[in-house]
């Protein structure tokens, strides 16, 4: 079983939020690795600093969550797995002529979506409302 995410659900386990508990009890009762691509990986680096700017987060606050990423990365705990990125693109833009008019999705949740479907994903992480009817409209299961 492969199971995928998305930013939301990576930003409450490395950062500080409403769901940050429900995220660390889902990784820590679950056996089955999170695979990630770079496109998850470029997204939460940004939403750290991005919360900063917003002054959601301290200053200097980016950069220990993305530390603290950045080594369960190295460790291999969240394998960034190889992608192509055309190969997404074209699984995304399918997805989008099929959602997004009707459940109004965003770029980077349909490209995370395209990822995971690319991955071979059956199982999804997001805390994301919208994302989830996304994921569990093209099959995969949504636990959170």
Same mark, same amino acid.
Request: net charge neutral.
């Given at each position: ?20 508990? #429900? ?7 679950? +056996? ?16 750290? #600093?991005?919360?900063?700017? #917003?002054?959601?987060?301290? $200053? ?19 394998? =960034?797995?190889?992608? +192509?990125?055309?190969?997404?693109? +074209? ?9 997004? =008019?009707?459940?109004?999705? #965003? ?22 409302? +919208? ?11 949504? $636990?959170?």
């Amino acid at each position: 079983m492969v199971t995928c995410c998305d930013t939301s659900f990576l930003f409450s386990l490395y950062g500080n939020d409403v769901h940050t508990s #429900r995220s660390l009890v889902h990784v820590q009762q679950s +056996n089955k690795a999170i695979q990630l691509s770079i496109l998850n990986q470029f997204e939460l680096a940004n939403a750290f #600093r991005f919360a900063e700017f #917003r002054q959601a987060i301290a $200053p200097g606050t980016a950069s220990i969550y993305q530390s603290h990423f950045d080594a369960d990365v190295a460790q291999g705990r969240l394998p =960034i797995m190889v992608c +192509n990125l055309a190969t997404i693109i +074209n699984q995304a833009l399918f997805l989008s002529a099929k959602h997004t =008019i009707t459940g109004g999705h #965003r770029s980077f949740d349909i490209l995370h979506l395209a990822t995971a479907i690319h991955l071979g994903a059956t199982e999804f992480l997001t805390f994301d409302a +919208n994302q989830k009817r996304l994921a569990q409209n093209e099959g995969l299961t949504v $636990p959170l």
